[in-house]
């Protein structure tokens, strides 16, 4: 069973977001860096940039596929984990903590609400398994 | 979907489980790269029960299959195999195969199992009436491959004729596991040492089983579909789908050492000009030299303009590298020549290499 935090937000493209401010820390889901297998590469976006909420704003690089992550909420890109440049297998090892890519200060606090919460997502990862 | 007799082995050793060619297969049991180093440095051991096997035998049988390939027959021997491909009249290919000879007029081919039904179509389609019996034996035959620099080793331990002499690379010898018959074949596609093991579906959970156990202290590990293939990436062989297609003949895939039987054979015209006088495409191998991991489908461009597309890609384990295979217009580009490889758009920049990338360990 996947590692789901109960105090993060949840997309149903994998992606977490964790608030610490007006920031959201966000990263791609344990589930997400399981079903990828080995990350070998990251491409990070630029800092300064703007970006819509569902917008491509990364690229994850297993050893056997390739996967956008798209940003959870409208906003400006603060700060990326540039780490991760040389040790992408962080997203592995570490999803929720040292393998965090991208920070973004956000504009509008009600797209948080739309986002799905631990137990939401638990139950979306479920349905999903099902479909299999 | 199909399951190999092994399914629960794999599921009970954790194997994360795919779809493949109307199978469930383990894609991985740990991870591609633990699964693909331990190859590479130790050894591992495959299920690849879903390939598919026939039986051509008859005194007919030598004569059919000279004419659906375009490798000279007469290399092989009694216990030799020998790696070769069925062409179509346009010198496309139908698919890559492995044969063993047992006996003068005994031949064992192993195909690919998303082309079996097709290959055995195509060569009853060109048998002759009376003098070769092809069987399909897919369903009773059992494939384990170990592979790895240790191989030799943990077969040893379970079989004792692997230690014999006969057992060279690309030969083959049976053998018997608890009154059942195992042939074992110095073959294998991972780029190291290693051998093939053919046996009844019965006896393939004792002989699996038995073959982990062996290899504990030896390091031995289960590798999946994705390691086995990373591994044949690296060792440049190509694979069915991707190098070799219908619309691509073998000498275009870098196959022209398969070209050199003189017995007429379909498609000998289109290949032996392809060869004397050069294919319109070949297959180039790619190292990048930007971050990033080429994946099959993307195209490649020399300044600016595109060329080709990239059959295989991935990232490489062993070289910690995206390294891909490209089809491309001959004579564009030579070994040290720089590439661009269209990655979602963006070119990143790439080096022809020599293929393979990782040569043969054996």
Known sequence: MSDIPKDLKYTEEHEWV???????????????????????????????IEIGQGEQVAVVESVKAVSDVY???TGTIVEINEELEDSPEMVNDDPYGEGWIFK???????ELEELMDAEEYAAFIESMEEEE | MKHTALHSEHIRLGAKMVEFSGWEMPVLYSSIIEEHNATRERAGIFDICHMGEFIVKGPNAASLLSGLIPTDINRLEPSKAMYSCLVNERGGTVDDLFIYMRDVDDFFLVVNASRKDTDLAWMRGHAPSSGVEIVDVSDETAKIDVQGPMSPDIMKAVFPDAGSEGL??????ETTL??????LSMTGYTGERGYELYMPVSASVSVWNRLLDAGKPFGLVPVGLGARDTLRLEAGYSLYGHELTEEISPVEAGLGWLVNSKDSHIGRDVLTSQKERGAPREIVCLRMRDRGVPRDGYPVARDGEEIGVITSGGFSPTFKVGIALALVKRGSVGVGERLSVMMRGRPRDAEI????LYAYNG
């Open chain 2, 353 to 356: 290499v020599p293929r393979p």
């Open chain 2, 168 to 173: 060279r690379r690309f030969y083959s010898l």
């Open chain 1, 71 to 73: 940003a959870p909420l």
């Open chain 2, 178 to 183: 608890d009154g059942e018959t195992v042939m």
């Open chain 1, 104 to 110: 973004i200060e956000i504009e509008n606090d009600d």
């Open chain 1, 18 to 48: 964790r608030m610490e401010g007006s920031v959201g820390v966000c990263g791609i889901t344990d589930y997400a860096q399981e079903m990828l297998t080995d990350i070998v590469y990251v491409e990070l976006p630029e800092v300064d």
